[in-house]
């Protein structure tokens, strides 16, 4: 695994301030990453789409001091100052500080906000962590200019992932795989990649609704689920089904077969939920409304011959896909019938959406 390349050699400019502004997506997986290894390795490889509208959007002043031995930031969230956020960043910085020695340079302040509501259940690792590392990538690209675009992407994925794992696919779009996997050309554990072949046209523009039914605080925390799959008596057949599934995804999303794309995006999302339920300890997230979502997207599939679907992510929100041609009849039946079952009725239209954008 060769992690050296992420290792800056030469860095010829001074610079004594800089600020970078980027705006981060969020992402939702087809295929999931659940279950890794250290550091930040995954057991199997994922594919998510890349989301438009939930994002992140973070802005670091760096301004340079005394060489420190430990790494200096202020870190503001929506405008107010977060200590409670502190001890995750702290952690992010320690594990890239070998990959960006730069860092002990500067005093950072960090500016942060969410395009989605905080306690909305979302989960905002995925787009916060990309915006720091694209925000680390664009000093590195100051000290030196010579790195390449596509090293700079490739850099922040490899980045993000030390901070969490789904944020190494929130830094291109519409489609990227995390995990080295024998189909997917130049795929690795180590960052993300642009699902590297043609979509059918049917997934253009696909549209991700996100159905708000719990916004509270999980009652287990992705990373001590990941940390369940160790033992779990499951988990070996389930990272090899998962890699199977992505070999097969990754035909789905070429030939454009719908019905196929549902049944295995279903299957996944039940599949992680099931394994969290069959964990020791086991444990739920899903909530009595999650089910009613799931029944009623069942019965409106099967009396529209519709190919809308669900998934899942961490949690007890539903992510409710569908085509772009049927987006005026199924938001229709998001507003008239699956908002009831959101808290406060709230959700998030979203789509497919192609990356970090530099603001
Ligand atoms: C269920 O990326 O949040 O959303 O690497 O511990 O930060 P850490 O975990 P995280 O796990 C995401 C799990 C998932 C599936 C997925 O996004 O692939």
Same mark, same amino acid.
């Given at each position: 695994?060769n $992690?050296?390349?992420f290792?800056?050699? @030469?860095?010829?400019?001074? !610079?004594?301030?800089a600020?970078?502004?980027?705006?981060t997506?969020?992402?939702?997986?087809?295929v999931?990453?659940?279950g890794?290894?250290?550091?930040?390795?995954?057991?199997?490889?994922?594919?998510? *789409?890349?989301?438009?509208?939930? =994002?992140? @959007? $973070?802005?670091?002043?760096?301004?340079?001091i005394?060489?420190?031995?430990?790494?200096?930031?202020?870190?503001? *969230?929506?405008?107010?100052?977060?200590?409670?956020?502190?001890?995750? !960043?702290?952690e992010?910085f320690?594990r890239?500080?070998?990959?960006?020695?730069?860092?002990?340079?500067?005093?950072?302040? @960090?500016?942060?906000e969410n395009?989605?509501?905080?306690?909305?259940?979302?989960?905002?690792?995925?787009?916060?962590?990309?915006?720091?590392?694209?925000?680390?990538?664009?000093?590195?690209?100051e000290?030196?200019?010579?790195?390449?675009?596509?090293?700079?992407?490739?850099?922040a994925?490899?980045?993000?992932?030390?901070?969490?794992?789904?944020?190494?696919?929130?830094?291109?779009?519409?489609?990227?795989?995390?995990?080295n996997?024998?189909?997917?050309?130049?795929s690795?554990?180590? *960052?993300?990649?642009?699902?590297?072949?043609?979509v059918h046209?049917?997934?253009?523009?696909?549209?991700?609704?996100i159905?708000?039914?719990?916004?509270g605080?999980?009652?287990?925390?992705?990373?001590?689920?990941h940390?369940?799959m160790?033992? =779990?008596?499951?988990?070996?057949?389930?990272?090899t089904?998962?890699?199977?599934?992505?070999?097969?995804?990754?035909?789905?999303?070429?030939?454009?077969?719908?019905?196929?794309?549902?049944?295995?995006?279903?299957s996944?999302?039940?599949?992680l939920?099931?394994?969290?339920m069959?964990?020791?300890?086991?444990? !739920?997230?899903?909530?009595?409304?999650?089910?009613?979502?799931?029944? %009623? @997207?069942?019965?409106?599939?099967?009396?529209? %011959?519709?190919?809308?679907?669900?998934?899942?992510?961490?949690?007890?929100?539903? =992510?409710?896909?569908?085509?772009?041609?049927?987006?005026?009849?199924?938001?229709?039946?998001?507003?008239?019938?699956?908002?009831?079952?959101?808290?406060?009725?709230?959700? !998030?239209?979203?789509?497919?959406?192609?990356?970090?954008?530099?603001?």
């Open positions: 695994m $992690t050296a390349q290792i800056p050699e @030469i860095l010829t400019e001074n !610079i004594e301030k600020n970078f502004t980027w705006q997506p969020s992402n939702i997986a087809l999931k990453y659940w890794k290894s250290n550091p930040q390795m995954p057991k199997n490889a994922s594919i998510s *789409f890349t989301l438009n509208n939930c =994002h992140t @959007i $973070t802005t670091i002043a760096f301004s340079k005394e060489r420190t031995a430990e790494v200096k930031f202020d870190l503001f *969230f929506e405008g107010k100052e977060k200590e409670e956020f502190k001890p995750k !960043i702290a992010f320690k890239v500080q070998e990959y960006c020695p730069y860092i002990f340079n500067y005093k950072m302040t @960090i500016n942060s395009s989605f509501p905080h306690s909305s259940g979302i989960a905002s690792s995925a787009s916060g962590l990309s915006a720091i590392a694209m925000c680390l990538m664009s000093l590195e690209n000290l030196n200019p010579s790195i390449t675009q596509e090293f700079i992407n490739k850099k994925s490899f980045l993000a992932r030390l901070g969490s794992g789904s944020a190494s696919r929130s830094i291109e779009g519409p489609l990227v795989v995390w995990g996997h024998p189909e997917i050309a130049e690795s554990d180590l *960052f993300g990649v642009q699902f590297p072949y043609k046209s049917v997934f253009k523009n696909y549209q991700d609704a159905l708000l039914v719990d916004k605080e999980k009652v287990v925390s992705s990373t001590v689920g940390n369940l160790h033992n =779990h008596p499951y988990a070996e057949s389930r990272f089904q998962a890699n199977d599934n992505l070999g097969k995804i990754s035909e789905i999303l070429q030939n454009g077969d719908l019905e196929a794309f549902v049944s295995l995006v279903e996944e999302a039940l599949t939920h099931a394994m969290m069959t964990s020791n300890p086991y444990f !739920i997230l899903m909530k009595p409304n999650t089910l009613e979502i799931i029944n %009623k @997207i069942w019965k409106y599939r099967a009396e529209n %011959k519709s190919n809308i679907c669900f998934t899942l992510d961490a949690g007890a929100n539903v =992510h409710v896909l569908y085509p772009e041609n049927e987006k005026d009849s199924v938001n229709n039946f998001i507003e008239n019938e699956l908002a009831n079952y959101c808290q406060n009725k709230q959700f !998030i239209y979203d789509s497919v959406g192609f990356g970090a954008k530099k603001i």
